[in-house]
């Protein structure tokens, strides 16, 4: 049922603005809305926990007090492998896909001044950029469907809006591919489905791009008992994703007005945003420290354009009928991301290593759009965020152990809590990474870092959405392996 009644939130908001190529969802909000930390090869194998440790500069995005720890001035590098694996299963079938994709994941300029005045033992300002999402993924799942067809998508944008290109590509990719007959009814649903016969489905998605974070910190110590520090952070966002979504007649017949039809969409968003975080650590002795952070929202404004296209056969002896709209559909609008905040604590073995861990509290529910002109639809879509989503806990925890005086070992363990609230909680999943990493240090002049770090984590999604039926459900582990490199040096 939590599908079900998601599927009539989300066609019911279709129909109040009249186009679904407009409809920046609940879902779009969370993939911008959710973050991670690690960003160094360091911080990654501690599980992402920098909020109290400091001196690694992942903390001017989770506590910019840990900024004030430093002693020495740095610069730092961080490339990245990202191996992601999905498997996914679709009206009883299974289909897997991968993407693998070397990044940039922090690069950073750490300047340190020292000093002994009053009690303040140096100021440190910091700039560089920490990557906090990365969507580069492949999905891909297949089915046999004898309940619907993706056509009625077509059919039910055709009688609202319509079937002018300037009404939206839905109606008029359908009428104008001869997939909608002269009463705006499905061709496939109607000489197929009706007629007991199945669908070959396919959908794939192929996406890059990413969640930058461009950081301007300062943290200051005093007596190394009390850091403080805070962070402002410009934070870039890019999103390009194409949709194949294939459907053929599995029945055999050749005479019955539909053989095949691939849809595509081609959608890409940019983006920029700008947030501020504040945050202090305590060292009440030596051994011992915690910290307390919190980040505002991040407000952004986005532009989204997407193209269209439909490669059809209807058996009527013409081949494949291509249409494609002679326009390149844009929309501006805003979305704020929501406030964070981070307890943190440290417990150090003397100079043999130390155990570290955050907890980190989100709440999702409270995102939120805002559409000049479209008042109905920010408002439904809006309180579909607040219904979906609730607060959610994640917790990292790390360690590390210095072997010899240059070779350190590190292990860590994160949980990020699943952001759908207890009536959709089978939407997603906690998801989990767990890390291991080595550091060598070359004196007091530069160090290595590596990490590899596995993470897990599994999602629901409606094939498509259609008023008053029943949505098919493609279900999607995904597997993802970073390898990290950080190469930073002292001055």
Same mark, same amino acid.
């Given at each position: @049922? ?7 939130? *989300? ?27 690690g960003?160094?090869?360091?911080s ?18 989770? !506590? ?13 590098? /961080? ?17 897997t ?5 070397l ?13 002994n005045k009053?009690?303040?033992? $140096? ?14 993924? !492949? ?27 300037s ?25 197929? *489905?009706?007629?007991? $016969?199945r ?12 969640v ?11 007596e ?21 979504? @294939?459907?053929?007649d ?5 005479s ?9 969409? #081609? ?8 947030? $501020? ?35 059809? !056969? ?5 081949? !494949? ?10 929309? =501006? ?22 155990? /570290?861990?955050?907890y980190?509290?989100?709440?999702y ?25 609730? $607060?959610?806990?994640? *917790? ?10 240059p ?24 998801? /989990? #990474? ?26 629901? =999604? ?9 949505? #098919? ?18 001055f």
């Amino acid at each position: @049922m939590n599908l079900i009644t998601k599927t009539a939130m *989300i066609a019911g908001a279709f129909a109040l603005i009249g186009s679904a190529v407009f409809a920046q969802t609940a879902d779009d909000a969370l993939r911008y809305g959710m973050l991670t930390t690690g960003t160094t090869a360091r911080s990654l194998a501690i599980g992402g926990a920098a909020g109290s440790l400091g001196a690694d500069y992942s903390a001017a995005s989770v !506590n910019p007090a840990g900024l004030g720890v430093y002693r020495q001035s740095e610069f730092t590098i /961080t490339p990245s492998l990202r191996m992601n694996n999905n498997s996914s299963s679709y009206l009883g079938e299974n289909t897997t896909d991968e993407r693998t994709a070397l990044k940039l994941s922090n690069a950073s300029l750490v300047f340190n001044n020292s000093r002994n005045k009053s009690g303040w033992k $140096g100021v440190t300002f910091a700039i560089g950029f920490n990557k906090l999402a990365d969507f580069n993924n !492949n999905v891909t799942f297949r089915g046999m469907n004898g309940n619907s067809s993706f056509s009625e998508v077509f059919a039910e944008a055709a009688q609202l809006n319509g079937v002018e290109e300037s009404a939206g590509p839905y109606g008029y990719l359908g009428y104008q591919s001869y997939l909608l007959d002269n009463n705006l009814k499905s061709v496939p649903y109607r000489n197929v *489905i009706e007629q007991g $016969g199945r669908l070959d489905q396919m959908k794939t998605s192929s996406s890059k791009g990413a969640v930058n974070e461009y950081t301007f910190s300062l943290g200051a110590n005093y007596e190394d008992k009390f850091m403080v520090g805070g962070t402002l952070g410009i934070t870039s966002y890019r999103f390009k994703r194409i949709t194949d979504f @294939m459907e053929a007649d599995a029945t055999g017949i050749n005479s019955n007005g539909f053989d095949r039809f691939t849809f595509r969409e #081609d959608l890409q968003t940019t983006g920029v945003g700008v947030n $501020g975080k504040f945050g202090m650590i305590f060292a009440p002795d030596k051994a011992f420290r915690i910290g307390a952070a919190i980040h505002t929202p991040t407000w952004i404004s986005l532009t989204d354009y997407a193209d269209y296209n439909i490669v059809a !056969n209807v058996e009527d002896g013409t081949g !494949n009928r291509t249409v494609v709209p002679q326009n390149i559909y844009q929309y =501006e609008y805003t979305l704020r991301t929501p406030w964070r905040g981070v307890l943190s604590a440290t417990g150090f073995f003397g100079n043999k290593g130390f155990i /570290t861990a955050d907890y980190e509290y989100v709440p999702y529910q409270t995102m939120s759009y805002r559409f000049n002109g479209n008042t109905n639809y920010q408002i439904d879509v809006n309180n579909s965020i607040n219904q979906l989503y609730r $607060g959610a806990s994640n *917790i990292r925890v790390g360690a590390e152990y210095r072997v010899t005086s240059p070779f350190s070992v590190r292990a860590g363990f994160a949980m990020y809590g699943n952001p759908y609230s207890s009536k959709y909680s089978d939407l997603g999943s906690n998801r /989990t #990474d767990y890390s291991l990493g080595l550091g060598y240090r070359f004196g007091s002049s530069a160090f290595l870092d590596l990490t590899y770090l596995y993470s897990t984590s599994s999602y629901k =999604e409606n094939a498509y959405v259609v008023s008053g039926v029943t949505p #098919d459900v493609a279900a999607t582990k995904t597997n993802r392996n970073i390898v990290a490199l950080t190469l930073g040096f002292k001055f």
